[in-house]
């Protein structure tokens, strides 16, 4: 009994003393406990700072100048290509007499990707011919987001600019009120669909989703990301689709009126800013002096640099740091990282740093006069990454430049609406240019050449070959970036089989005019 009781006692002081440590811990060593998603770009100890690693092109982009002409050429709108917008259905308004049941998607992801699985699920609604809840966002597992989709969108616009192709319903009847995350999340249920293929065809929902819309009147799809072929499906459900992206989903009136603000700041720089009101914005401006702006989209956080395997002139504490988080976030299995630095340049796998795609834009004929709108989340490596962009492009910019805190308060922490907001002024934008691959990238692409607007798309190969030679004069690297980039600035490209139709909307839902 007695030795019961002290082993009782010392369990209750041990008990207090690892609960007294897992108090202190995060205290005395919080470094160790940010999230990797969410971990400071700019510490010291990731990192060394990066000096220009192509300093000979950096010295002439800086001294470069721009003919007239040149510049002329380069803001000169795309003239007509000879392709229209062709979305509506080519029999008129189709919605069903009968519903079939509610479908119910929830879908994972950034905002792009949530974009594209709206669009998917709006065809899978037509071709059921079932009712289609508002789609349910789930929480960003690295941006920690919990924004919804009323949160982002215009719901009402949303439903309306549709309501001739598919009903839409906000939320499910009482009689399905149960059919929630949380009710999918605890058990297998028979009204869950969890094995829809990648790119399933039309078929397959009519196979297996349509019998238990019959059953139960509603089926839940989960996971629905890419779940939704781009080949060998009817003309009027791929216009669909298209009419979804480009149409239907506008962002609410508050992302809106920031981006309009944004995009005014950004023409008329030296007009007065003025707030009205709480919820809008509004912009006194003189219209006879407009002026231009190109956006780049600069996608070089964490998640990115790691994953490309990449060397961007850190040094060791860097290698280790990205070998580090790679370990952690993927047990090391990166395909990038069988090849040498060289072998992923050559190959265009590295995505372009601040310094590399600020002497693109200088080889290019941008100057440093030019208006630049830096749509980018976190830069690994902070504002001493960015150093060398902003030398060659003083006039750069961004929300936090442009807006004041108040201004940002209803998107400040939640990556979709600040994603939203950069989405908004890139649409109306002169020009856009990303400066690596990815959803953003893909996205506007897509968007921007269905409404015939200048979007540069940066050849990788080609700039990756270039920057490793260290040779190069700058005459020589200038022309050979101006020859690889003159069929890449919003000329169309018709989709091929397994293209994203969101990337390549011609000829699915653009004509020949």
Not at 14 to 40: C, D, E, K, M, Q
Not at 278 to 303: C, N, P, Q, S
Not at 445 to 460: A, D, E, F, S
Not at 496 to 513: G, L, V
Request: glycine share 6%; aromatic share 10%.
């Amino acid at each position: 009994m007695m030795m019961m009781m002290m082993r009782l006692h010392y369990h209750n002081h041990y008990r207090a003393l690892v609960g007294l440590l897992v108090l202190l811990f995060p205290l005395l060593f919080p470094a160790l406990f940010t999230p990797f998603s969410h971990a400071s770009t700019s510490t010291f100890l990731e990192w060394n700072v990066p000096k220009p690693r192509h300093s000979w092109l950096l010295k002439s982009a800086l001294q470069a100048e721009t003919s007239n002409t040149q510049q002329s050429d380069l803001w000169t709108p795309l003239g007509n290509q000879g392709w229209k917008q062709c979305v509506e259905s080519s029999v008129g308004p189709t919605l069903p007499e009968k519903s079939t049941g509610y479908i119910q998607v929830f879908l994972d992801g950034g905002l792009n990707q949530q974009r594209m699985g709206i669009c998917d699920a709006v065809a899978v609604a037509k071709i059921l011919n079932a009712t289609l809840v508002i789609p349910y966002l789930e929480v960003n597992p690295v941006w920690r987001d919990s924004s919804s989709f009323e949160d982002i969108f215009d719901v009402h616009h949303f439903i309306n600019v549709l309501k001739d192709d598919v009903s839409i319903v906000r939320e499910l009847p009482y009689e399905f009120s149960w059919s929630t995350r949380e009710f999918y999340s605890t058990a297998i249920r028979t009204t869950r669909i969890k094995t829809a293929p990648v790119h399933a065809s039309a078929n397959w929902y009519l196979e297996n989703v349509l019998p238990v819309l019959e059953s139960y009147g509603i089926a839940a799809i989960s996971p629905f990301s890419h779940r939704l072929a781009f080949d060998n499906l009817p003309m009027d459900i791929q216009r669909l689709r298209c009419k979804v992206n480009f149409h239907a989903l506008a962002f609410v009136p508050h992302v809106r009126a920031l981006g309009d603000a944004l995009v005014s700041r950004l023409r008329y720089p030296s007009e007065t800013r003025t707030t009205l009101g709480t919820t809008y914005l509004r912009e006194t401006a003189d219209r006879r002096r407009a002026g231009k702006f190109v956006v780049l989209h600069l996608r070089f956080d964490k998640d990115m640099a790691a994953h490309s395997a990449c060397d961007f002139g850190g040094g060791k504490a860097e290698k280790l740091a990205l070998a580090k988080y790679r370990q952690t976030i993927w047990q090391g299995r990166v395909l990038n990282s069988q090849f040498t630095d060289e072998e992923l340049r050559n190959q265009g796998r590295c995505p372009l740093t601040p310094e590399e795609i600020g002497i693109l834009l200088a080889a290019l004929g941008f100057d440093n006069s030019t208006r630049l709108y830096l749509a980018s989340h976190k830069v690994y490596g902070g504002e001493a990454r960015i150093s060398t962009l902003r030398q060659l492009f003083p006039f750069m910019e961004d929300k936090k430049s442009l807006a004041s805190s108040e201004e940002r308060s209803q998107i400040t922490g939640k990556a979709s609406l600040l994603a939203a907001v950069d989405y908004y002024v890139s649409m109306h934008s002169d020009i856009f240019i990303s400066a690596s691959p990815g959803n953003m990238h893909n996205a506007m692409v897509g968007h921007r050449t269905y409404n015939n607007l200048k979007t540069i798309r940066p050849n990788m190969a080609l700039m990756g070959q270039l920057f490793l030679n260290k040779s190069i004069s700058w005459s020589d690297f200038q022309q050979s970036v101006m020859e690889g980039h003159q069929s890449r600035q919003g000329q169309i490209r018709l989709r091929n089989p397994k293209q994203s139709i969101y990337t390549y909307p011609s000829p699915d839902c653009m004509c020949e005019a």
